[in-house]
């Protein structure tokens, strides 16, 4: 399984902007859909904003208009882009999705990631 790492969270006050990454470093993979979720204090992981490898986005209401995803074919990352930061966006952000690995030219069968840490994102003024 494909274990991902999410990078770029940090304290931002409310209204601005954060762009978390989402990688596995050294492992060669075709993503076939990814996506963010988060984790607030004393709420379950909820998925919040989604793609394709068609180019399908999906996005929660929550977010929706504020938050865009992108992939990096090359880098094979995958980013968000988080502008217009609210308190409620408070949550340990991570990223997972459906995806083969490829490994001495052989490519598996798709399935789940492994989660990984998640980056805190802190919005407070």
């Known amino acids: 399984q494909v274990r991902f790492e999410e990078s770029g969270g940090g304290l931002v006050q409310p209204g601005g902007s954060l762009r978390l990454s989402c990688a596995a470093p050294g492992i060669i993979f075709s993503m076939y859909k990814m996506g963010w979720y988060r984790q607030a204090p004393g709420k379950q992981r909820e998925l919040i904003a989604s793609?394709?490898?068609?180019?399908?986005?999906t996005y929660a209401d929550s977010v929706k208009g504020r938050f865009t995803v992108s992939w990096a074919n090359t880098e094979r990352q995958f980013d968000l882009q988080m502008n217009s930061l609210k308190p409620d966006d408070t949550a340990v952000y991570y990223c997972?999705?459906?995806?083969?690995?490829?490994?001495?030219?052989?490519?598996?069968?798709?399935?789940?990631?492994?989660w990984g840490q998640g980056t805190q994102v802190t919005v407070s003024s």
């Open positions: 997972n999705g459906e995806v083969s690995r490829i490994r001495g030219g052989q490519a598996y069968p798709a399935e789940f990631g492994v």
């Open positions: 793609l394709t490898s068609a180019g399908t986005t």
